[in-house]
């Protein structure tokens, strides 16, 4: 039996566990206190420049993540959930916004070497304190989750994407809205599935956004 008030092995079960339930957080100390706007703006500004070209493993490209830092400005949203985290591009678009208007982002990631970087490009780009970096199978994890959410950005396993839809609908908060990428063009297999489902939804207005990128869907809760 491990002895509880050795600190050697305390630190690394406390690891451990944090790994076993996804939520090894990327986190600064909360003694540390939040830089200003101004300062955190250009850090992050800085940041995405540098980085611009080098974006790989499934990131979304600077257009889509630009818009969406905006739909999160334009609606005041806090409460924000990401389906699909790979190497960080779009949570950080996302958490930067976000930490303007006072919320955090929880992003989800299945591959441990894309979460390993995507740490790292949160910290680089300072923008930990507004996101909860889980490692975990979004499948099990994205229905465990208790919301509410005001924002959902769905960019992981395609086919999944219905389901991912159907786990955080019950969630979503009245005004909230739920951004799929790669919707974009013709309507053929996953992404005519998914768009029925998303459309014939009551309580949801949905409008499709072409881009370079891909395209996003962006339905709306029109209800309580």
Not at 51 to 64: F, G, I, K, M, S
Not at 135 to 152: I, N, Q, S, T, Y
Request: hydrophobic residues 40%; proline residues 7%.
């Amino acid at each position: 039996m491990t002895n509880p008030r050795n600190p050697s092995l305390v630190c690394p079960l406390l690891i451990l566990a944090a790994l076993a339930v996804g939520r090894l957080d990327a986190q600064e100390p909360p003694s540390r206190p939040a830089p200003p706007q101004e300062e955190l703006d250009a850090r992050v500004r800085r940041f995405l420049d540098e980085n611009r070209r080098l974006w790989r493993d499934l990131n979304v490209p600077e257009e889509d993540g630009r818009r969406l830092h905006e739909l999160v400005l334009q609606k005041g949203f806090t409460r924000a959930l990401e389906i699909g985290t790979s190497t960080g591009h779009s949570a950080i678009w996302i958490a930067w916004a976000l930490s303007k208007t006072g919320g955090k982002l929880i992003t989800v990631e299945i591959d441990p070497g894309r979460h390993r970087q995507a740490l790292q490009n949160f910290e680089r780009a300072g923008l930990s304190r507004y996101i909860d970096a889980r490692l975990a199978d979004a499948h099990d994890l994205v229905p465990k989750l208790e919301g509410p959410f005001d924002f959902v950005f769905i960019d992981a396993d395609k086919e999944w994407y219905t389901n991912y839809f159907r786990a955080v609908l019950p969630k979503l908060a009245p005004g909230g809205c739920i951004v799929a990428h790669n919707v974009g063009g013709a309507r053929r297999g996953w992404v005519a599935e998914f768009l029925q489902v998303v459309e014939a939804t009551p309580g949801l207005e949905t409008r499709v956004e072409n881009s370079r990128g891909g395209g996003l869907s962006i339905s709306c809760k029109t209800g309580t």
